[in-house]
């Protein structure tokens, strides 16, 4: 998020932190990410700080021993919608930062295998991905290779990157519904 919704301009950075934080987490695949307790904590002092939104204000008089997760988490997602945070978009989130990890080896602003072992570190994390394996074979290599062989391997490396950036490109794409439309040349 580039841009931050008005009132969370004002908040102190430690909570700030502390709401973009619960926002990635109660976003996250599989519901109820947040302990309730953690939750209503949040809305707490979220309160505290002047926030008083229906949904802070719901959550924030929450008993925290008592709330269940699944309440507690529908609160703070409401809460957070009240805030101006939509839910991350995960799939996206993964593809944009793979694109951008591949475009920083692309470019050479890192060297060539330092950036495929930083798409190798992303790739367990990001869906329906190809191998990066064949990549880091490079990379061996590359560890080995005279300076003559490594004009060819550094090739090969950004040949890489620039798949692996085309297929974010068409992975966010499909997901954003303009997979037809740019297959189409529109």
């Known amino acids: 998020m580039d841009e931050l919704p008005g009132g969370l301009r004002e908040l102190p950075p430690e909570l700030l932190t502390r709401v973009v934080e619960a926002n990635h987490e109660a976003s996250a695949p599989g519901r109820h ?15 505290l ?3 008083d939104t229906p949904h802070v204000v719901d959550l924030a008089c929450q008993s925290p021993g008592e709330v269940s997760d699944e309440t507690a988490n529908a609160l703070l997602r409401a809460a957070l919608d009240d805030l101006g945070l939509p839910a991350v978009d995960w799939y996206r989130f993964e593809w944009a930062l793979t694109r951008k990890v591949a475009g920083v080896a692309l470019r050479g602003e890192v060297g060539p295998c330092e950036g495929m072992y930083d798409l190798w570190d992303r790739w367990d994390s990001t869906p329906d991905s190809t191998s990066v394996a064949g990549a880091l074979l490079l990379c061996a290599e590359w560890e080995r290779a005279d300076e003559e062989e490594r004009v060819v391997l550094r090739t090969r490396i ?18 954003d519904g303009r997979g037809a439309d740019r297959a189409e040349g529109r």
Not at 33 to 47: Q, S, T
Not at 158 to 172: G, I, K, P
């Open 33 to 47: 990410a947040i302990d309730g307790r953690v939750a209503v904590r949040l809305a707490c002092d979220l309160v």
């Open 49 to 51: 700080a002047g926030v």
């Open 158 to 175: 950004r040949a890489f990157a620039r798949a692996t950036v085309e297929l974010a490109d068409q992975r966010l794409a499909e997901h």
